[in-house]
């Protein structure tokens, strides 16, 4: 399983980033996809994924602003983020899914840093 995290960077608030989650070593199609992030020192917080029946997970701190997307025929995983906030900083993971919030592989990626920052 390989998955490379990229599109981070520092973006003032109020700005936008792409995120893109290159994938290979697993059945991309066959699994649901998600992304979390971590602050030093925090836990790991799941910010969005896919549920079985193709609809959306955002959390309640992201809703709105945040829109996950995939490309089966890419094996590539997005998540476009909008009108950033400082407390958004953190770095950022894909990870497929059993289900949301559950990893199906014991196994990360490097991420990439997030940081929201005047």
């Known amino acids: 399983v390989q998955l490379v995290e990229s599109g981070g960077g520092l973006v003032q608030p109020g700005g936008s980033l792409r995120l893109s989650c290159a994938t290979s070593?697993?059945?991309?199609?066959?699994?649901?996809m998600g992304w979390a992030r971590q602050v030093p020192g925090k836990g790991l917080e799941w910010v969005s994924g896919f549920y079985r029946s193709g609809s959306t997970y955002y959390a309640d701190s992201v809703k709105g602003r945040f829109t996950i997307s995939r490309d089966n025929a890419k094996n590539t995983l997005y998540l476009q983020m909008n009108s950033l906030k400082p407390e958004d900083t953190a770095v950022y993971y894909c990870a497929p899914l059993l289900r949301v919030g559950v990893p199906a592989f014991n196994y990360w990626g490097q991420g990439t840093q997030v940081t929201v920052s005047s």
């Open positions: 070593g697993f059945t991309f199609s066959s699994y649901l």
